[in-house]
């Protein structure tokens, strides 16, 4: 029985390969372009206030905007929300803007939002997450003051640490 499990674990994991094509620079987007960490910005992540209306990335021009891929069922994601609640006061008096981004319906997000007393803004995005580069959870973005990606990482982090504080503040390349 464990030599069955053997075998088709393995099989999945070629199968998964075989579908990847191994460019680390971009994914295919539905027109069959690909989409370079260059070529992110805030107005590609189609963020939306969980009223249902478009977050305005205009009022964040001239602001440092982290924004961190989460979802209610991520263990790791839930995990990290207490150290990014941190950051956002130790940073309260930087321009930063601290985002936690999920992709799952609004009304999941609102309760999870309404359970909790974060302070950072909870947000929705409506993006391909695969278009991202995001496959897997967490997922945080950092974008410098004129709007561009610097800094993208996945996995959970503590973000209240000196060392990514220093991050936050100081990231000017990808």
Same mark, same amino acid.
């Given at each position: 029985?464990?030599?069955?499990?053997?075998?088709?674990?393995?099989?999945? !994991?070629?199968?998964? /390969? /075989?579908?990847?094509?191994?460019?680390?620079?971009?994914?295919?987007?539905?027109?069959?372009? %690909?989409?370079?960490? %260059?070529?992110?910005? #805030?107005?590609?992540? %189609?963020?939306? @206030?969980? *009223?249902?209306? =478009?977050?305005?990335?205009?009022?964040?021009?001239?602001?440092?905007?982290?924004?961190?891929? $989460? /979802?209610? $069922?991520?263990?790791?994601?839930?995990?990290?929300?207490?150290?990014?609640?941190?950051?956002? =006061?130790?940073?309260?008096? %930087?321009? !930063? !803007?601290?985002?936690?981004?999920?992709?799952?319906?609004?009304?999941?997000?609102?309760?999870?939002? *309404?359970? @909790?007393?974060?302070?950072?803004?909870? +947000?929705?995005?409506?993006?391909?997450?695969? +278009?991202?580069?995001?496959?897997?959870?967490?997922?945080?973005?950092?974008? *410098?003051?004129?709007?561009?990606?610097?800094?993208?990482?996945?996995?959970?982090?503590? $973000?209240?640490?000196? =060392?990514?504080?220093? #991050?936050? @503040?100081?990231?000017?390349? #990808?």
């Amino acid at each position: 029985m464990m030599r069955v499990i053997h075998i088709v674990l393995v099989c999945a !994991v070629f199968m998964l /390969a /075989a579908c990847s094509d191994g460019n680390k620079s971009g994914t295919a987007t539905s027109s069959g372009q %690909k989409l370079a960490a %260059k070529d992110i910005s #805030l107005a590609t992540l %189609k963020l939306r @206030n969980l *009223d249902g209306s =478009e977050l305005d990335v205009t009022t964040l021009a001239g602001k440092r905007v982290f924004v961190n891929f $989460w /979802a209610t $069922w991520c263990k790791p994601c839930l995990a990290e929300m207490p150290s990014i609640e941190r950051a956002t =006061e130790l940073l309260a008096a %930087k321009n !930063v !803007v601290m985002l936690a981004a999920s992709d799952e319906k609004l009304d999941r997000i609102s309760k999870f939002k *309404d359970k @909790n007393s974060y302070s950072f803004n909870i +947000v929705a995005t409506e993006a391909d997450l695969g +278009v991202l580069e995001i496959f897997a959870l967490p997922t945080t973005f950092i974008f *410098d003051e004129q709007g561009k990606l610097v800094f993208k990482e996945t996995g959970a982090r503590e $973000w209240d640490s000196p =060392e990514s504080i220093k #991050l936050i @503040n100081e990231t000017n390349k #990808l």
